[in-house]
């Protein structure tokens, strides 16, 4: 049964570029959210061991009120991932520098799956529980990057909403994962692909709607309330998954959501780093809204609509 419409392809298409959605069943068929890329302008790989200096040059304070653009270099991309991980488990982080720095975590992360062969040096390069974040992650770009579709032409007739705060969020996964048993992490990683965790309002080229992209039949089988709610779209999208198998056998559940083995296989990658981690949940939260067309990608903030 179909859920959502064209939303998550074009999502996912972007999403491939940046990351954040693409898909068939349960989501969007339009066009592709991925992360410009930027070619390197290194002419040789650098190492990301680094010599001492007795007297090291401070790196200037990045500006957090910019957006920010992920390194061209393996060891800026790792040093960027790495700053980007200490910000996320620090409770004291100012939330201006948190939004700055997930949203380059999101980048950076992009930048690796640009650049595959940076990937191994990267990696060797982080904290330990950093790696697995990035590890998983890239594998769950790589399979929506499966979700093949046409490149859009026109960008969008989507409006970007300023997401739920993390704890209001995480809120109703959990009463959804108390009243159906569905795992918060599950919910939160279509949360993530179908709209930026609620970023994206507007409808999908199949018609799907709200924030977990059902489509209208589905909605009045298995919602109730409001389908733009983050809310009541999360508690909808929990009871479908339940009536589809959950949470005994979540493979098939998701994929009644959207017959995608790529969309299944990214939502397991990203739960599982979610369940793993649960810190990273504040780094998902902060990605953001990038659409690509034949023309290239482009960056939807917060309030944008379509010219």
């Given at each position: 049964?179909?859920?959502?419409?064209?939303i998550?392809r074009?999502?996912?298409?972007?999403?491939?570029?940046?990351?954040?959605?693409?898909?068939?069943?349960?989501?969007?068929?339009?066009?592709?959210?991925?992360?410009?890329?930027?070619?390197?302008?290194?002419?040789?790989?650098?190492?990301?061991?680094?010599?001492?200096?007795?007297?090291?040059?401070?790196?200037?304070?990045?500006?957090?009120?910019a957006?920010?653009?992920?390194?061209?270099?393996?060891?800026?991309?790792?040093?960027?991932?790495?700053?980007?991980?200490?910000?996320?488990?620090?409770?004291?982080?100012?939330?201006?520098?948190?939004?700055?720095?997930?949203?380059?975590?999101?980048?950076?992360?992009?930048?690796?799956?640009?650049?595959?062969?940076?990937?191994?040096?990267?990696?060797?390069?982080?904290?330990?529980?950093?790696?697995?974040?990035?590890?998983?992650?890239?594998?769950?770009?790589?399979?929506?990057?499966?979700?093949k579709?046409?490149?859009?032409?026109?960008?969008?007739?989507?409006?970007i909403?300023?997401?739920?705060?993390?704890?209001?969020?995480?809120?109703?996964?959990?009463?959804?994962?108390?009243?159906?048993?569905?795992?918060?992490?599950?919910?939160?990683?279509?949360?993530?692909?179908?709209?930026?965790?609620?970023?994206?309002?507007?409808?999908?080229?199949?018609?799907?709607?709200?924030?977990?992209?059902?489509?209208?039949?589905?909605?009045?089988?298995?919602?109730?309330?409001?389908?733009?709610?983050?809310?009541?779209?999360?508690?909808?999208?929990?009871?479908?998954?339940?009536?589809?198998?959950?949470?005994?056998?979540?493979?098939?559940?998701?994929?009644?959501?959207?017959?995608?083995?790529?969309?299944?296989?990214?939502?397991?990658?990203?739960?599982?780093?979610?369940?793993?981690?649960?810190?990273?949940y504040?780094?998902?939260?902060?990605?953001?809204?990038?659409?690509?067309?034949?023309?290239?990608?482009?960056?939807?903030?917060?309030?944008?609509?379509?010219?």
């Amino acid at each position: 049964m179909t859920i959502r419409g064209g939303i998550l392809r074009a999502f996912l298409f972007a999403l491939v570029g940046v990351l954040v959605a693409a898909c068939t069943n349960a989501g969007a068929t339009g066009a592709a959210i991925a992360t410009p890329t930027a070619t390197p302008t290194a002419t040789a790989t650098p190492t990301l061991v680094r010599t001492a200096s007795p007297s090291p040059t401070p790196s200037p304070t990045p500006n957090y009120t910019a957006v920010p653009d992920a390194a061209n270099d393996p060891v800026g991309v790792a040093q960027e991932l790495a700053d980007a991980d200490a910000a996320i488990r620090d409770p004291n982080t100012d939330p201006v520098k948190l939004a700055y720095l997930t949203h380059l975590q999101q980048l950076a992360i992009s930048r690796l799956n640009d650049y595959p062969d940076w990937q191994p040096q990267v990696l060797a390069a982080l904290p330990e529980k950093a790696r697995a974040v990035v590890a998983g992650s890239l594998d769950a770009r790589k399979q929506l990057s499966l979700i093949k579709g046409p490149t859009p032409k026109t960008l969008p007739d989507w409006k970007i909403l300023e997401v739920a705060p993390v704890d209001v969020l995480m809120s109703y996964y959990r009463e959804a994962e108390t009243k159906f048993g569905v795992p918060w992490y599950y919910l939160a990683s279509i949360h993530l692909v179908e709209s930026r965790m609620g970023r994206i309002h507007g409808l999908s080229t199949a018609g799907a709607q709200g924030p977990m992209q059902f489509m209208p039949a589905t909605w009045a089988a298995y919602g109730t309330g409001d389908v733009n709610s983050d809310h009541d779209a999360i508690l909808g999208a929990a009871r479908y998954l339940t009536a589809n198998g959950a949470p005994g056998d979540m493979e098939r559940a998701l994929y009644a959501y959207n017959h995608s083995a790529g969309y299944v296989n990214a939502l397991i990658a990203y739960a599982q780093v979610m369940k793993n981690d649960p810190a990273q949940y504040i780094g998902y939260h902060g990605w953001q809204v990038y659409y690509t067309t034949v023309d290239g990608t482009t960056y939807l903030p917060v309030g944008w609509t379509k010219p």
